[in-house]
């Protein structure tokens, strides 16, 4: 059975850098789907960060690529985030999940969510 | 990019009543590419439904997502306690950009 973890520091100051790793049990991410970051705002909506494949190709929501980066290591079966200029804003349960992939009409696609891990919250404050 | 608006905001029904939620895109999604999820208090979202109306692995039959378009629904059609929770719908037509709807929570009456 496919288990996700995140984990990394609950609280970031403002203008620093966030950093999360994913680490994936009972799967080898090297077989195949693309693994995503997931980040919800306390009491709101879900939001699509962006998402790896085990080649290091990765797909980032344009409202955010400019400050994300997602890299994978095979060898320790994890995957991470990094989020640079942080404000309160950046504040969310930030989620890690895996989905899977097919090219439709000469075109990769990325599907929907499953499963997830249990999150972490991040709080950006001084 | 395709915005989901997903309504009701809210939906307030007694076990044992049908539940119907509605997920409306802003444009058509592709080969009708759409997931819902449920979300309880504390948990991460779990996938009930995708491609529309396929069930997800261990999903009981009550849940069931019809739709095509721009307009989706996800029906329950008989609610147990265990299905008050918050629901989202996906798409990924537009893949890899991947958006939301704002959810729809169904709460005891």
């Known amino acids: 059975q496919v288990h996700l973890q995140e984990s990394g520091p609950g609280l970031v100051k403002p203008s620093e850098t966030l950093s999360l790793t994913c680490g994936v049990s009972?799967?080898?991410?090297?077989?195949?789907?693309?693994w995503g970051w997931i980040r919800q705002p306390p009491g709101k909506g879900l939001e699509w960060i962006g998402s790896?494949?085990?080649?290091?190709?990765?797909y980032y929501d344009p409202s955010l690529k400019s400050r994300v980066t997602i890299s994978i290591d095979t060898s320790k079966n994890q995957f991470s985030l990094k989020l640079s200029s942080v404000t309160a804003a950046d504040t969310a349960v930030y989620y890690c999940?895996?989905?899977?992939?097919?090219?439709?009409?000469?075109?990769?696609?990325?599907?929907?969510?499953?499963?997830w891990g249990q999150g972490t919250l991040v709080t950006v404050s001084s | 990019e395709i915005v989901l608006t997903q309504s009701p905001g809210i939906l307030s029904l007694s076990p044992g009543e049908r539940a119907t939620l509605s997920c409306r895109a802003s444009?058509?999604?592709?080969?009708?590419?759409l997931a819902w999820y449920q979300q309880k208090p504390g948990q991460a979202p779990r996938l009930l439904i995708y491609?529309?109306?396929s069930r997800a692995t261990a999903i009981s039959d009550r849940f069931s997502g019809s739709g095509s378009g721009t307009d989706f629904t996800l029906t329950i059609s008989r609610l147990e306690p265990e299905d008050f929770a918050v629901y989202y719908c996906?798409?990924?037509?537009?893949?890899?950009?991947?958006?939301f709807g704002g959810g729809t929570k169904v709460e005891i009456k």
């Open positions: 999940a895996r989905h899977p992939h097919s090219m439709i009409r000469g075109v990769e696609m990325v599907f929907w969510f499953d499963p």
């Open positions: 009972g799967y080898s991410i090297s077989s195949g789907y693309y």
């Open positions: 790896i494949y085990h080649s290091g190709n990765t």
């Open positions: 444009q058509s999604v592709y080969n009708n590419y």
């Open positions: 491609d529309a109306s």
């Open positions: 996906q798409q990924y037509g537009t893949s890899p950009a991947l958006t």
